[in-house]
């Protein structure tokens, strides 16, 4: 498709020059004129240029006295030879001291103060002729800027357009290539990684590996992807993740690898770590992006901000389990940055709500054990909820019953609690958060209801879906608090068919 054409009048260059020529020639007006130059030296044509006006009524005293043409053009705010000329052609009260031999000049303050208001209500351009020129001047100026800035304006906007002409709207891998294409479909650019990727964490993996977003607020639009480096030829060998940062235009701008290392109990762990769950904050002041990693063997995991413009990265969270999915929300108190997942103490499905604006939160466990991180700073979520292992879960005996799904309604969340080698969503809980935390309501997914006919059937479970001690009697949620430390949320009765 051929690029958009845009056509800019330029007429105004050649109005710029020809003011350029104006600017000139009023520069050469501004020269003082030949008629106003003294007379030579030795000569008395300052006694006959100038006109005789009557004598004044009374010789002025000494301080009302103007005696030379140097204090006269001083007090009317002109030069010598301006004050000359307005003696000889305006009128302007001047006069001569009688039998003086060099004809020396003298005035009145007073009839000098006089004859300028005169002179300006009669013809006030008459008085101060040499201003026009400089207005003139002025205006030609102030022309000139104006023009100068709609320039620059229009400028900007014609070349600046066909930069964000045709961004990208998607990007995804091909072999060991990310291609971003526009909302049209077309292919914006490729990008070749120097090392090969594992096709197989591109096929299952949970997070979408690549996304666009305006990263710097100026319309234009950056990719963001997730890299699975294949650390060897076979799948067993691993692979190490990588975030990095496109342009628009396909330059790479920035990649992060993570390298962190904790200290749990005894236990030292570092990488690799697999990345699990990407976003981009939207909520909060300035742009931001979250991203989470888990121990490829323990589960153990962390929330890593990255720098939109240089993608540094600064450890948020630790968790003493996975983190499977991360959201947002914002509330009258505090945007919160919302982590669910697992625990690995506390054997149940997790979820954190962590005020953004705090440096550094861990999960609350016991001191002492191995699930505590000993290597972590100080700070602790606002709110940490574990939620009860599942009666499905109980007889698959999965070690899995995680929170895997959030979704944000005004300042209330739900948390989805799934069966991963189910796999279905065996119940969904609904948390307020405004005024203060309280529990909403308790709903079961169908594929959950489902499965419990299946196992009344075989026999695994020996009372009906109606008579489910999971709905009349549901067990509590846990929620600690720094200040409160453990408690307890009790939601009410769901029926089989709701």
Not at 87 to 116: C, I, N, Q
Not at 158 to 167: D, Q, T
Not at 360 to 366: K, L
Request: proline share 7%; glycine share 8%; hydrophobic share 35%.
């Amino acid at each position: 498709m051929e690029s958009p054409r845009f056509c800019v009048d330029l007429s105004f260059v050649t109005d710029f020059n020809r003011l350029g020529k104006c600017q000139e020639a009023t520069e050469s007006d501004m020269k003082p004129e030949e008629t106003e130059k003294p007379p030579a030296r030795g000569t008395t044509g300052t006694r006959s240029s100038l006109r005789e006006p009557a004598l004044p009524r009374s010789i002025p005293d000494e301080a009302d006295r103007l005696e030379s043409w140097k204090e006269i053009g001083a007090f009317v705010g002109r030069d010598e030879r301006t004050a000359m000329r307005w003696g000889k052609d305006h009128g302007m009260p001047v006069y001569r001291s009688p039998g003086a031999k060099r004809a020396r000049v003298y005035a009145s303050r007073t009839e000098l103060t006089k004859w300028l208001a005169d002179r300006q209500e009669d013809s006030p351009t008459e008085v101060a002729a040499p201003a026009p020129r400089r207005s003139f001047n002025a205006r030609y100026a102030i022309a000139a800027m104006v023009t100068c800035v709609l320039a620059v304006a229009i400028i900007v906007v014609f070349v600046r357009r066909p930069l964000h002409a045709s961004l990208p709207a998607t990007a995804s891998f091909i072999g060991d290539a990310l291609i971003a294409v526009d909302a049209e479909g077309k292919t914006l650019w490729t990008y070749k990684f120097h090392r090969s990727l594992g096709p197989a964490v591109i096929a299952r993996s949970r997070a979408r590996l690549a996304r666009t977003a305006d990263l710097s607020g100026d319309g234009d639009r950056q990719v963001i992807a997730v890299v699975a480096y294949a650390a060897g030829p076979n799948e067993r060998d691993g692979f190490e993740f990588e975030v990095t940062c496109f342009s628009s235009r396909g330059k790479l701008i920035w990649s992060y690898a993570p390298r962190e290392s904790f200290q749990f109990g005894t236990h030292e762990l570092h990488g690799p770590w697999h990345l699990i769950d990407l976003i981009v904050s939207r909520r909060g002041i300035k742009k931001a992006i979250y991203v989470t990693f888990a121990h490829y063997l323990w589960g153990n995991s962390f929330v890593a901000e990255l720098d939109p413009t240089s993608g540094r990265g600064t450890v948020r969270y630790v968790n003493t389990g996975d983190i499977y999915v991360l959201d947002e929300i914002q509330t009258s108190r505090a945007t919160y940055l919302v982590a669910g997942g697992f625990n690995n103490e506390h054997d149940g499905g997790s979820a954190a709500l962590i005020d953004e604006r705090r440096p550094f939160a861990a999960s609350p466990q016991t001191d002492g054990t191995r699930h505590k991180c000993t290597s972590c700073p100080e700070g602790s979520p606002d709110y940490y909820f574990v939620f009860p292992r599942s009666e499905g879960n109980r007889i698959l005996k999965d070690y899995m019953n995680p929170i895997d799904t959030i979704k944000v309604v005004g300042s209330e969340v739900e948390f989805w609690k799934s069966e991963p080698n189910g796999p279905y969503i065996d119940a969904i809980y609904l948390i307020g958060l405004e005024p203060s935390i309280r529990p909403i309501s308790l709903r079961y997914g169908s594929s959950y209801d489902l499965q419990h006919r299946e196992r009344e059937r075989s026999g695994e479970l020996r009372h009906t879906l109606e008579q489910c001690p999971e709905r009349v009697h549901p067990s509590p949620v846990r929620l600690w608090t720094p200040s409160g430390g453990w408690r307890e949320l009790s939601f009410g009765p769901s029926g089989f068919d709701q």
